[in-house]
């Protein structure tokens, strides 16, 4: 299998890794196109692949062509590479935002498949949700599968929308985390702990409690109960949660989030 990149950054970079810690390509058939010229250097250092600084270039003899480059920037992308794909081509974006409508048009090409990764694909702990165009066979949708899966979890959906509502949740999700362990790692300061440690705390707490929930079989809500024993410390805090509004604060926040999608997708 040939891949070309089109863009070589965080994101396209995980891909990249992914794809060959699990084998799925050589590094003789992958191109990397970027136009930073350090990037493309580190890439060609640390993976061996080939990198250029000209995209219809890099397309060339691809199978799949991977769009990883910032969605300020798709639109010259699409211009550069419009006609200049082969029909049997697969184009497989990462861009958040990017619409199939969009992509199909820009690029003047039908086998898309857009899909929506997240940041901890950088470390193999990604999930990925994703969708098709009719014109992508069973056979190209098993390559998506098996890269996308080197990022971590993949999950297919029959329609769209889905995309932007993932946007929203697994997209955009891990800075909701990020910022409410700020938030805690300032409390555990203002508490009175000192900020290495408090730092420690938190994130210990964090993922011990998310391997808690996918190793325990239970549900959060139930793991949460068995925690807050009645007129206790947890009671206390989790009254504070509820007089604020915490749950609904969570889900306005990723309406925000899911609007925001929608928006850019248009």
Do not use: C
């Not at 990883?68 to 006609?83: F, H, R, Y």
């Not at 990020?178 to 420690?200: R, S």
């Not at 509820?242 to 989030?257: N, P, T, V």
């Amino acid at each position: 299998m040939k891949i070309a990149f089109i863009g070589g950054g965080n994101m396209g970079e995980a891909m990249l890794a992914g794809i060959l810690s699990k084998k799925l390509a050589d590094t003789k058939n992958i191109a990397v196109s970027d136009a930073s010229e350090t990037r493309r250097q580190y890439l060609s250092q640390k993976y061996q692949v080939k990198v250029l600084g000209d995209n219809r270039q890099a397309i060339i003899g691809a199978d799949v062509i991977v769009l990883a480059v910032k969605p300020q920037i798709l639109a010259g992308v699409m211009t550069e590479l419009n006609g200049n794909s082969k029909a049997e081509q697969l184009v497989l974006s990462i861009i958040a935002g990017a619409g199939i409508d969009t992509l199909q048009k820009g690029l003047n090409h039908k086998s898309i498949v857009r899909s929506m990764p997240n940041t901890p694909a950088q470390i193999g702990e990604g999930v990925t949700v994703w969708t098709a165009t009719e014109e992508v066979n069973d056979r190209q949708k098993k390559i998506v599968q098996d890269i996308l899966g080197a990022m971590g979890k993949e999950f297919y959906v029959n329609e769209e929308s889905f995309l932007d509502m993932a946007t929203a949740v697994s997209g955009s999700g891990p800075a909701y985390l990020f910022y409410f362990i700020e938030a805690m790692t300032d409390a555990a300061v203002k508490l009175g702990f000192a900020p290495d440690i408090a730092n420690e705390l938190v994130l210990g707490t964090v993922l011990g409690a998310s391997h808690l929930v996918l190793k325990s079989g239970k549900e959060p809500a139930e793991l949460r109960r068995m925690v807050t024993s009645p007129g206790g410390t947890t009671a206390a805090a989790i009254r504070k949660f509820e007089e604020s509004g915490f749950s609904d604060l969570i889900y306005q926040a990723m309406k925000a989030a899911f609007e925001r999608a929608k928006q850019l997708g248009s």
